[in-house]
């Protein structure tokens, strides 16, 4: 056998074993070392027992829905409580208002996993970007979210409801009980396209367009790989179906946006400033995106303005879809407090059937029943975070910075320790004197401090559209055959739809 640079084969092969080891006892090293650094960090916080091998991650796969877990280990463990996923990857499970708070009054960046999967549609938009950047964003999208671009909306909103409800009323006389979230979403997905880009869709009724097809297929892929373990690895799902799936579908989508944000740019060459276009018509976000500066006069790059384009396409459609569908779900279920809001509902609007922007400040008790269906089902039900510096809790336990922290907004919402007979649904918890007495980070739908929800305002006037309008018009029943199966996929749904039965009025 003819010699190696000098070296006979066997010599190499002992070479090539020899690097082989040193390479696996390096990475076994440094796995003890961060198993050492973790079960230290984590040890003052008391927890579910863990498996030697699995650590909490069997009792997610054994049990019906993680959220019902979440629960009752908040139960157990009324502040915090480690999870951990096998031995390498663990974290704080927050689930009580002062914990909430003091991580949500910090700047930490968003853990690496929670958006992984999604960044490759949405860029590195206000959603996942951190530090100086993500300040920069926020202050240059900010008055996209200001009341006199906001009011415009509210007639785009009902108009888009009206489509769908003239839709469900062509349905019912077929299909009755109705799946909500499909019709829902592509209502909320139709709305954010009218409002954000001024596109006229019509997705509601055409579902063939390929850019509302790519939103969908991507929306839907993105939770099934975040749920498929083997597809968490990246050349796994990149070699699979959905894998080639997801990339037609991003593809797609890009290109579309690219398009609408060249268009609009050509369109608006001469015109760069927001008060001339707002003399003209009104204004929507793509508009405030392209005209947005920072302090030094400078404006988005093309990758920044596609990212946040992309951002609120996937944040402004799913989240209200899922918000909305659990009202009506709720509303449903409780024909008093339907009525209730249908009354005022009525007394507001009278004969009108679409609703105004002054409309929405007269609602207060359906507003309170918007927010009861948020408190059990919230529509973002956990987020995290990844500590950048040390942080010491209100009961003077602390955490070094790395650890990552998964805040359950699902889990404090249906605490004991929190509130009363959390299982039921009781809109007066709401009213002004009890909002009062509760603790500010006790009620978290859409987040808090600094990185709270930029649209929630946006959100709550679609859902206030949505639900007046429908109640107007139907009669709502639950189905009692097919009670939702509730599980956290990016955002609340069910596994097996949300079913109502519709009475037209
Ligand atoms: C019911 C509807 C909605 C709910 C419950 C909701 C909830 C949330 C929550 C909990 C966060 C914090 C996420 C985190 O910290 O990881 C968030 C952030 C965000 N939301 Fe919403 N959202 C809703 C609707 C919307 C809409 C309609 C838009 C846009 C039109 C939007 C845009 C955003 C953006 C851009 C962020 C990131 C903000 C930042 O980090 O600065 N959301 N939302």
Redesign the pocket.
Known sequence: MSPVFGLGVSDLWSWVLLLGLIYVMVKVYNLYLTWRELDKALRPFEGPKRHWLYGNAHEFLEERSDLDIMVRHAEQYPYSYPIWLGNFFAGLAVCHPEYAKAVLSRQDP?DAFSHYFITPWIGK???VLSGEK?FRH?RMLTPGFRYDVLTPYVTLMSDCVTIMLDKWERLIPDENPVELFHHVSLMTLDT?MKC?FSSHSSCQLDSESPYIKAVYELSRLVDHRFYFIPYHNDLIFHLSPHGYRFRKALKTAHEHTDKVIKERKQSLKNEMELEKIQKKRHLDFLDILLCAKDENGQGLCDEDLRAEVD??MF??HD??A??ISWTLYCLAKYPDYQEKCREEIRDVLGERTTVEWEDLSKLPFTTMCIKES?RLY???PE??RELKEPITFCDGRSLPKGINIFLS?YAINRCSSIWDDPEVFDPLRFSPENSFKRNSHAF????AGG??????N??MN??KVAVALTLQRFELRPDPKREPKIVSQLVLRSLNGIYINLKKL
């Open positions: 968003k938009g206000l959603l993500w926020r954010i954000a951002t609120f944040e402004g989240t209200t899922s918000g948020m919230p529509p973002v987020i995290a907004i978290l739908p859409f987040s990185r709270n929800c930029i649209g929630q946006f959100a679609e859902m």
